[in-house]
C-alpha cells in the first residue's frame, strides 16, 4: 500500500510568507494527487486536484506541483485565513484514497 | 451544494453505528458520494462509496462491518458500521466524489461518534 508522508508537521509563518508544503508518496504515483485544508470544526476544501488544478473558487496564490513521489503545495502569499491544517491524498488502488498525516501552519 | 451528516454521537460496542448525509443544492444522480472518518490523532480513512445500486465500494479492512446506501428520493445516503468498538471512534465525513472520480469536491463538516459504554 501507498503511504503519503507530509512534512513538516508544523510550519510556522507571518502573513506575507511563502508557504512550501511537501508530500512524498513511498512509490512512484499517477498525477491524481490532491490537497485540502481544513480548519477545526469546518468542512474540509478541496484546494488542487490532479496535481495542479485549482478547484472552484480557489485562490491563485495556491498552487501544486509535482510528479513521481513528490509532490508540493506552495502558498506564495499567507493570509490571515490560510492558517490551518492541509493534508494531501491520492487515488493509487481504485477505490482506495489514501490521506497524508497532514501539515500545520500556524502563525509565526 | 451541501452535504450534513447527522446521527448519535455515542454508540455502545458491539453495536451498530448509524449516520446519514443529507445533501442539499445539487442533484445526487451521477457522482460517487462516500463516508471517511479520522479518529482522534490519526489520518484520515475512506470507508466506503455509492453512486448507485450497482456502484458501491469498501475499503478491505472495514468491508466487513459496513453498508453503505443510496436514497436519491430523499436526497441522502448513509452508514452502517456493526460490531463498533473503542477503535471506531472517530470524526465521520461525508463527501462528493468530484466528477473525475479521484478527489472530494464537498464535504461536510464531520460528526463526533463516540464508542463507550
Known amino acids: 500500500d501507498i503511504v503519503l508522508t507530509q512534512s513538516p508537521a508544523t510550519l510556522s509563518l507571518s502573513p506575507g510568507e511563502r508557504a512550501t508544503l511537501s508530500c512524498r508518496a513511498s512509490q512512484s504515483v499517477s498525477r491524481y494527487f490532491s490537497w485540502y485544508q481544513h480548519k477545526p470544526g469546518q468542512a474540509p476544501r478541496l484546494l488542487i486536484y490532479d496535481t495542479s488544478k485549482r478547484a472552484t473558487g480557489i485562490p491563485a496564490r495556491f498552487s501544486g506541483s509535482g510528479s513521481g513521489t513528490d509532490f508540493t503545495l506552495t502558498i506564495s502569499s499567507l493570509e490571515p485565513e490560510d492558517f490551518a491544517v492541509y493534508y494531501c491524498q491520492h487515488r493509487s488502488n481504485w477505490p482506495l484514497f489514501t490521506f497524508g498525516p497532514g501539515t500545520k501552519v500556524d502563525i509565526k | 451544494e451541501q452535504v450534513q451528516e447527522s446521527g448519535p454521537g455515542l454508540v455502545k460496542p458491539s453495536e451498530t453505528l448509524s449516520l446519514t448525509c443529507t445533501v442539499s443544492g445539487g442533484s445526487m444522480s451521477g457522482y460517487y458520494w462516500n463516508w471517511l472518518r479520522q479518529p482522534p490523532g490519526k489520518e484520515l480513512e475512506w470507508i466506503a462509496n455509492?453512486?448507485?445500486?450497482?456502484?458501491?465500494n469498501y475499503n478491505p479492512s472495514l468491508k466487513s462491518r459496513v453498508t453503505i446506501s443510496l436514497d436519491t428520493s430523499k436526497n441522502h445516503f448513509s452508514l452502517k458500521l456493526s460490531s463498533v468498538t473503542a477503535a471506531d471512534t472517530a470524526v465521520y465525513y461525508c463527501?462528493?466524489?468530484?466528477?473525475?472520480?479521484?478527489?472530494?469536491?464537498?464535504w461536510g463538516q464531520g460528526t463526533l461518534v463516540t464508542v463507550s459504554s
Open positions: 463527501a462528493r466524489e468530484g466528477s473525475a472520480y479521484n478527489y472530494f469536491d464537498f
Open positions: 455509492v453512486r448507485d445500486s450497482e456502484n458501491v
